[in-house]
């Protein structure tokens, strides 16, 4: 089993930043991948962007590009994702979610095995 725990997300004004942090935790040693999605209210959950786990992969949605910054410290078991000139179409719940290999490479929640609770994030205008 993986445990996902997201933490970093508030209330921010528009063109605020946000950095957002996932520890992962359990067996590790399958996992191809860790992502984050995002879900706002009456919208399906969506990628928001992606990095290998011992690679140098990154992939993000065309909407964060040159916004949005995922990293890693493998040492810490975590991942970020830091989140600059928000505005108005950010606002979501964030979730950070594993896929192993064995699985699809599609950035899709349905290649996605585990999964964090989220963590909010609000922009005011």
């Known amino acids: 089993q993986v445990q996902l725990v997201e933490s970093g997300g508030g209330l921010v004004q528009a063109g605020g930043a946000l950095r957002l942090s996932c520890v992962a935790s359990?067996?590790?040693?399958?996992?191809?991948?860790v992502g984050w999605f995002r879900q706002a209210p009456g919208k399906e959950r969506e990628f928001a962007a992606g990095?290998?786990?011992?690679?140098?992969?990154?992939d993000y949605v065309d909407s964060v590009k040159g916004r949005f910054t995922i990293s890693r410290d493998n040492a810490k078991n975590t991942v970020y994702l830091q989140m600059n000139s928000l505005h108005s179409e950010d606002p979501a719940v964030y979730y950070c979610?594993?896929?192993?290999?064995?699985?699809?490479?599609?950035?899709?929640?349905?290649?996605?095995?585990?999964w964090g609770q989220g963590t909010q994030v609000t922009v005011s205008s």
């Open positions: 979610a594993t896929t192993e290999y064995g699985t699809g490479t599609a950035p899709s929640p349905w290649n996605y095995t585990y």
């Open positions: 359990g067996r590790l040693f399958n996992t191809y991948a």
């Open positions: 990095i290998s786990w011992r690679g140098r992969s990154t």
